[in-house]
């Protein structure tokens, strides 16, 4: 029904001149050589870290702590993500239980900044009114603070929010809340630097047509926005699933509790924790958004990259 | 028609036309100004309130007393290292958070350059394979990255001092050193003071860090038209000459805004010295995140945690102004 995703390829396919430094000589093969030990070496320094995890939490031995560098473990069981998925730390809480807190979080923060945060980058990136600069400002303030910022004034302020024996500050449509205050205006500039650089001509034209702003914003640029509101939805949803220090913080109770939350509980230097489950913890939660991320990738690095030539 | 109206219409009328810009604009932004309103401004605001007073746990409930108004007294116990934090001194702890964030921009650009100019080497081989297993850092949770270094440095069943005991042809278990938390500082300088844990911190954000930049690196190094080396060799350039003269312009106006940016966020990386080091050994890779949330978390000194965020601020707008300067200057350089 419209143009759909006239907008996507242009920027991921960025300008690429392949053969960039230097030509159409070929390698010699003593420097071929040299530079494929390098590029190895700096693979095994990245993979390093993951076939430590990875060898641990699929260890047979179900090991609670190495006794040396077994990066191949002898043989494959899985025994420690069985015992994690069931129990992982000593709060009588399961993974689902804890998983579906994170989800609850992170699918709220989601929607809530990609939602608010594209009418308002519409506004910013198209819009000429009173008071766009003092706002701008204010959004890029915000932006500037760590999330840490509003932990004071917002456990106070929730905590007085009582209803009956539900605590606001103590569930996690609070914890949501938190974290939707510091992800919102990371959320308004993303997707603002993205529409900045979709062409005016279309809306133009449908204003021609006698479209009313909501609906250019509607027709026009919603459909061409759809990578960056893939990729905005999907950094609030990771700042949920990975949500630490507002849960720490605000949550007393163990059905409330959070994947991050428990990761916690299981580093702890006296902890009691085998480490085999502590690996198998750190993939389960580590896995699903990696993937995603990985598929994602493309759209975020050509994000960066614009808002790296814009400066 | 609305043209011909508009011609002829009373003052009022016009200026309730002239405004629909800004009410059409304001439409737009009301949902998320209200909700910013309510969850970021107004917290932001009331912090600084909090600040001036001796907020605590005891005013907490809904039926509790007001907090008692305190003055400055909150700013001046940060500044006097009067705060509860065991070994605290703000001096020490903002001057290493500074170096933390610049020595670790420094490497992450340092190598992100290197390492996407070997991957651009025309010929060779195996590039797609090597991008996608450089990715990998950049897709894992911080917070994963964190608790699995701190996993790696640990003292006896650590996979770094496992490697260090193979490489040295030690036996199993015979390096012990424990990185996080060995006392005596490397360096040590009146408030420079640098432990053995931010050596260990700065491996894991090392790897952490430089994927990204090689990633902004390689986009604009695949921006440069191959002609322009062509040209410089015809002039007889040689690889450092063509690196200095074509290679670094268009690199340095990708790279400087990321950078900046990459300072603002290692300036205030939370995960990596709160899981892997506790911030330990005496405080000394504590940083203004950390300290902030220590102060609510384990000190629940609410109006000295607001005080504290205050100064976090006027800091934070410090490096912004500054940044922006340096960045503005080098442009005009390239100009």
């Known amino acids: 029904m419209t143009t759909g995703f006239a907008a996507v390829p242009r920027t991921a396919t960025r300008p690429v001149a392949v053969a ?38 699929i260890d047979p031995r179900n090991i609670a702590r190495p006794d040396g560098l077994d990066l191949i473990p002898p043989g494959a069981s899985l025994a420690a993500f069985a015992q994690v998925i069931k129990q992982p730390t000593e709060n009588p809480v399961s993974f689902p239980q804890l998983a ?9 923060i989601a929607v809530a900044s990609v939602g608010l945060g ?14 766009r600069e003092a706002l701008m400002i204010a959004v890029l303030a915000v932006l500037m603070l760590p999330a840490v910022a509003t932990l004071a004034p917002l456990y106070v302020m929730l905590s007085k929010v009582q209803i ?6 103590d569930s996690l449509f609070g914890v949501a809340l938190a974290v939707t205050s510091g992800q919102l205006p990371f959320a308004i500039w993303n997707m603002k630097g993205y529409i900045d650089t979709i062409p005016r001509d279309l809306e133009e034209a449908a204003a021609v047509d006698g479209a009313s702003k909501f609906q250019a914003f509607w027709h026009v640029i919603l459909p061409l926005s759809t990578p960056v509101l893939a990729v905005t939805a999907f950094f609030g949803f990771i700042a949920g699933w990975t949500e630490f220090y507002f849960s720490w913080q605000f949550l007393d109770h163990p059905e409330n509790f959070t994947l991050a939350m428990a990761l916690n509980g299981m580093v702890g230097q006296y902890g009691t924790t085998p480490w085999s489950q502590f690996a198998a913890f ?15 990738q493309r759209y975020i690095v050509s994000g960066l990259a614009i808002g790296g030539v814009k400066g | 028609m609305s043209v011909i109206a508009s011609a002829s ?33 107004y917290p932001l605001v009331f912090q600084v309130w909090m600040s001036f007073t001796d907020y605590s746990l005891k005013n907490l409930r809904v039926t509790a007393p007001a907090p008692n108004y305190v003055g400055i007294d909150n700013y001046l116990r940060i500044l006097q290292n009067n705060i509860v934090i065991p070994n605290f001194d703000f001096m020490r702890v903002l001057v290493f958070n500074l170096w933390w964030a610049l020595s670790n921009v420094v490497i992450h650009v340092i190598l992100g350059v290197l390492i996407a100019l070997i991957l651009n080497t025309p010929g060779l081989w195996l590039k797609r394979f090597y991008r996608a297993i450089y990715i990998v850092p950049v ?26 005991d193979i490489i040295f042809r030690l036996p199993p278990g015979g390096f012990t050193l424990d990185w996080l938390n060995e006392p005596n500082p490397i360096i040590s300088a009146g408030p420079f003071v640098l432990p053995l844990a931010y050596f260990a911190l700065l491996a894991a954000n090392v790897w952490l860090g430089w994927p990204l930049n090689s990633v902004v690196a390689t986009g604009a190094l695949q921006s440069i038209p191959g002609e322009l080396y062509e040209a410089a060799e015809m002039d007889g350039a040689g690889a450092w000459a063509k690196f200095r003269a074509v290679t670094l312009p268009y690199l340095r106006p990708a790279m400087l805004p990321y950078a900046i940016y990459g300072f603002v966020i290692t300036f205030n990386l939370f995960y990596l010295s709160y899981f892997m080091s506790g911030g330990g050994p005496f405080g000394q890779t504590e940083l203004l995140v950390t300290t902030a949330y220590r102060l609510v978390n384990e000190q629940q000194l609410y109006g000295v945690a607001a005080a504290f965020a205050v100064f976090q601020f006027f800091i934070l707008l410090a490096i912004t102004l500054v940044t922006n300067r340096v960045a503005k200057a080098t442009a005009q350089f390239d100009a």
């Open chain 2, 9 to 41: 219409a009373p003052p009022r009328r016009s200026l309730w036309r002239r405004t629909q810009n800004t009410r059409t604009a304001y439409l737009f932004l009301l949902p998320a100004l209200l909700v910013m309103l309510v969850i970021t401004f």
């Open chain 1, 282 to 296: 750190s993939i389960l939660v580590a896995l699903p958004v990696s993937v995603v991320y990985l598929f994602l």
């Open chain 2, 139 to 164: 897709v894992i949770p911080p917070i994963i990255v964190a608790t699995v270094w701190r996993n790696m440095f640990d003292p006896t069943n650590g996979a770094i001092n496992f490697l260090i």
């Open chain 1, 100 to 108: 579906a807190n994170s989800l609850f979080i992170a699918v709220i």
């Open chain 1, 118 to 131: 594209v009418l308002a980058a519409y506004a910013f990136s198209r819009m000429a009114f009173r008071g």
């Open chain 1, 164 to 169: 009956g024996t539900f605590n606001l500050r």
């Open chain 1, 20 to 57: 960039a430094t230097g030509g159409h000589r070929k390698l010699p093969l003593r420097r071929q050589l040299l530079l494929q030990l390098v590029c190895l070496f700096i693979a095994l320094t990245v993979l390093f870290p993951i076939m430590w995890i990875v060898s641990m939490a």
